[in-house]
């Protein structure tokens, strides 16, 4: 299938890429036996191309194990890709080493998904939100102290928690400090690595709301991974559906939510628990099969092994992408068939 592009006067089409990525791949080694021999590979990330935009939220979902946060690491070289390139503001940073790297880190940062083993326990909350000045060389004395609490005044925390440690915090206040971490250098990029789902359904509403007025403030750009899939609908401008290491749907937020064009995205917004009780429940898709190993993916489509409009074709060759509506591309040989 060819691939159809979105018209020039199209507003992605002028909007700035901040990252791209070319053919991302990411392979693990199986080893086994006395001598540590590789017997395997697990394909985490499979040829993934994908830009992010400049002050833009991009959402991505899929089942647990599908290279969603292996996707995030790759792009921020904590896991440096097997093949492929990372593009940040036009420089591939798969061709730099650590040392080249770290002044790059400034503008690159992470919120992880549990706050409490992603703060050093042995720290106060004035130490770790420090520790990023120290590092860079950036802040000392009483410009350092004044940087820590202008950091907690932005999350929300009180100026007394910079002598407390983590475990005196409730879980929302431990992912304000490790969202203040990552803003502190006033980084160009975040990834937020499931950042509300250790915790309760109203304090991540706050947690969400406070992520949004940062990128607001500082001019963020986001990539958010959630399962949660009302959650990214809230907090995302666009949204990548992947499944066993690959990026099978991509499209603005709520076009994607409106009009799914893959099977396995119609099936996961299915899924959505709507609290309604004259909800009609047989409008649910149950996909067949379990997910397939990525040691062991499928030929052809990936998803052909649990797609209830498999063909032949679906079995031997690997779909394009192709862009079906204005910025809407989806993986699959028959969209046109069962949803346009």
Not at 6 to 22: F, G, V
Not at 196 to 221: H, P, R
Request: glycine fraction near 6%; hydrophobic fraction near 35%; aromatic fraction near 6%.
């Amino acid at each position: 299938m060819a691939t159809q592009l979105a018209p020039d006067n199209h507003p992605q089409a002028r909007q700035e890429k901040l990252i791209s990525l070319e053919n991302v791949t990411k392979s693990f080694p199986i080893k086994k036996g006395f001598f540590n021999r590789t017997v395997g590979q697990i394909q985490a990330v499979t040829n993934v191309s994908l830009d992010i935009y400049k002050g833009e939220t991009l959402g991505i979902v899929g089942e647990s194990g599908c290279g969603k946060s292996t996707l995030g690491r790759c792009i921020l070289q904590l896991i440096r890709p097997t093949s492929g390139r990372v593009l940040f503001e036009g420089q591939d940073l798969t061709q730099l080493n650590n040392r080249q790297m770290r002044p790059i880190r400034r503008d690159m940062q992470i919120v992880f998904q549990n706050p409490y083993s992603s703060l050093d326990p042995r720290m106060t909350i004035g130490n770790t939100l420090a520790e990023p000045f120290l590092i860079h060389n950036m802040a000392r004395g009483k410009k350092l102290r004044d940087e820590v609490r202008g950091l907690l005044d932005l999350v929300g925390l009180p100026s007394s928690a910079i002598n407390r440690y983590p475990h005196e915090l409730s879980g929302g206040q431990r992912q304000r400090v490790g969202i203040a971490r990552a803003i502190a250098l006033k980084p160009k990029f975040i990834v937020a690595d499931e950042p509300v789902s250790a915790l309760d359904v109203s304090v991540q509403a706050q947690i969400l709301n406070l992520m949004m007025d940062l990128k607001k403030e500082f001019g963020l750009t986001y990539l958010f991974i959630a399962h949660n899939l009302s959650v990214v609908e809230y907090i995302s401008d666009r949204v990548a559906v992947m499944y066993l290491g690959k990026i099978i749907e991509t499209a603005p937020a709520r076009q994607l939510y409106e009009k799914p064009l893959h099977p396995y995205t119609q099936a996961l917004l299915s899924a959505i628990s709507i609290p309604d009780p004259d909800f009609d429940h047989s409008k649910r898709i149950l996909l067949e099969g379990d997910l397939p190993s990525p040691a062991n993916p499928p030929s052809g489509c990936r998803f052909h092994t649990r797609c209830p409009y498999k063909i032949e074709v679906c079995e031997q060759v690997v779909p394009e992408n192709e862009t079906f509506l204005p910025d809407h591309i989806a993986q699959c040989h028959r969209v046109r068939e069962i949803s346009l």
